[in-house]
């Protein structure tokens, strides 16, 4: 990865973690992979909702050369029921994402 590259997604990640700790979530943000040119990254966010009691799993891919969200996002949500649920709804989102990542040539 180049230095602008790391500098834009350590400054969306910073913002991202920010703002879901002011909302009093309790919110991850990962980074699946990075096309090969820098160009895409695929960002996942997970978390814990309190307000709703409910996991909630997204991943959306970054074009970091226009600072945009690109192609088709994946977003679930379920009850919290039980502490694993959020790794099985993760395990499912990057199964979903699958497809939008390949199309964006982003390995991880």
């Known amino acids: 990865m180049n230095t602008k590259m790391i500098s834009i997604v350590f400054v969306l990640i910073t ?5 879901s700790s002011w909302a009093s979530e309790h919110q ?3 980074t699946l992979g ?3 040119k820098g160009q895409f ?8 909702l309190p307000t ?15 600072k945009e969200f690109v192609g ?8 919290a029921r039980r502490a694993d ?8 989102a990057r199964f979903l994402a ?11």
């Open 41 to 48: 990254v695929a960002i996942e966010e997970y978390g814990y």
């Open 72 to 79: 088709e996002s994946v977003a679930l949500e379920e009850p």
């Open 15 to 19: 913002l991202m973690t920010t703002f």
């Open 52 to 66: 709703s009691n409910t996991y909630k799993v997204s991943i959306r891919i970054l074009n970091v050369w226009t």
């Open 98 to 108: 699958h497809g939008e990542m390949t199309k964006f040539n982003i390995h991880h």
């Open 34 to 36: 990075v096309s090969k």
């Open 28 to 30: 991850r943000v990962n």
């Open 85 to 92: 649920s959020l790794q099985t709804m993760r395990d499912r």
